[in-house]
């Protein structure tokens, strides 16, 4: 059971098998780069064909790199200042990158909703890969957030689930972190923790993002996209910290995805000197 003190971990939203092909294709309309790099995958291995499932599996769900404009709503009706401030962290991203989340009531593209139970936590799907959920459900959950929430918990909570919304995956799936991580340690935490099964853990925590899908920065355990895993689940027994809020590199990471427009700004002329 979770006690009152324990964090609440993430947990990824992945879309059903059924609509990965669409929605990689629907990624890689929006952002070509989203598609694997094919010329390395053949160089790594000659011959090889890969199936629109695998090729899906391994398509990034950035949005375009003209910047992220996103309409979001409440699906449970929270007060106005819940509201203004959870839009208040989402947009924490914009400092260096063109991200922009605004209040959307028809048809919002973002989805929030604030459920507990069996589909209750913290989760978020990525990117681009809202576009193919249901309507009228959730595309990202803040279980029991109100006003009363400690603003500690919007840092490291709505802005992380953001981060997921803009397309970024999690720091603690890169391998480097992984490899870290204890397997029998990790999957009897997280059931004891989260009531994880093991199949769950070793698909949120155990099993690395694909190298081809990764878009060159280095894993970084201060990341806001990396969850605390305690010290008692790793090898050495050293906890990785994780992001309790936007780090540098995450803001520089972002600014690269969606880079701010260089606002023309009509200038004078300066009159040289002699
Ligand atoms: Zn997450």
Not at 54 to 71: D, E, F, P, Q
Not at 110 to 132: K, N
Not at 162 to 187: N, S
Request: charged content about 25%.
């Amino acid at each position: 059971m979770k006690k009152k003190n324990d964090l609440i971990c993430c947990r990824l939203k992945r879309l059903p098998n059924s609509v990965l092909v669409e929605a990689a294709q629907t990624a890689t309309r929006i952002n070509p780069v989203n598609h694997p790099r094919m010329d390395g995958l053949a160089g790594l291995m000659p011959g090889f064909r890969p199936s629109p499932q695998r090729i899906a599996v391994m398509t990034t769900s950035y949005w375009g790199a003209v910047g992220v404009k996103l309409t979001v709503g409440f699906l449970d009706n929270p007060p106005a200042d819940l509201r203004k401030h959870i839009l208040l962290h989402m947009n924490a991203w914009d400092k260096q990158a063109n991200v922009q989340f605004v209040p959307g009531d028809t048809d919002p593209q973002v989805r929030i909703s604030r459920v507990g139970g069996t589909d209750g936590g913290y989760w978020s799907y990525v990117g681009t890969e809202i576009l193919h959920t249901p309507k009228a459900e959730a595309t990202m959950n803040l279980e029991e957030f109100t006003m009363e929430t400690p603003e500690s918990e919007f840092h490291r909570v709505v802005r992380h689930e953001t981060g997921h919304t803009l397309g970024f995956p999690h720091e603690h799936m890169r391998r480097a972190l992984v490899e870290k991580i204890d397997r029998q340690k990790a999957i009897v935490y997280f059931k004891r923790q989260d009531n994880w099964d093991e199949q769950e853990t070793i698909n949120q925590v155990l099993t690395p993002i694909e190298e081809a899908a990764i878009r060159g920065t280095i894993a970084d355990p201060n990341s806001i996209m990396c969850y605390q895993i305690p010290g008692e689940i790793t090898t050495d027994g050293e906890p990785i910290v994780g992001g309790l809020d936007i780090d540098k590199s995450d803001y520089t990471f972002a600014g690269q995805i969606y880079p701010k427009q260089a606002t023309p700004v009509a200038k004078k002329p300066v009159a040289k000197k002699k």
